[in-house]
Nanobody
Framework: VQAEESGGGLVQAGGSLRLSCAAS??????IGWFRQAPGKEREGVSC????????YYADSVKGRFTISRDNAKNTVYLQMNSLKPEDTAVYYC?????????????????????WGQGTQVTVSS
């Protein structure tokens, strides 16, 4: 199973970007978006279950980011609005074994396959 991300770039604070993740190899999957800022650990941003469309978000992006899927194209999108400088990071899509909410925290299962190269998102102030 492969997942390949694209769509990053440079944008001013308050702007928008849409990331795409082409997922192949399985008809039933969970796709997660993750990000890693310089000097920080990689963190989960959002995930979606292809089967029922359930979505989950980190608190830091709720109300600003929207994850969606196009099953016909095997593509998952991350629409990012009202971007902030702290959203600057390399963004990755990957296939966790699961994603779910425990309390208010989104938890992710082990990543299936390998991480891609990611796509850089830079938000200037």
């Amino acid at each position: 199973v492969q997942a390949e991300e694209s769509g990053g770039g440079l944008v001013q604070a308050g702007g928008s970007l849409r990331l795409s993740c082409a997922a192949s190899g399985s008809d039933d999957y969970v796709i997660g978006w993750f990000r890693q800022a310089p000097g920080k650990e990689r963190e989960g941003v959002s995930c979606i279950r292809r089967s029922d469309g359930s979505t989950y978000y980190a608190d830091s992006v709720k109300g600003r980011f929207t994850i969606s899927r196009d099953n016909a194209k095997n593509t998952v999108y991350l629409q990012m609005n009202s971007l902030k400088p702290e959203d600057t990071a390399v963004y990755y899509c990957a296939r966790p074994g699961f994603c779910a909410v425990t309390g208010t925290t989104v938890v992710y299962g082990p990543i299936m396959g390998s991480w891609g190269q990611g796509t850089q998102v830079t938000v200037s102030s």
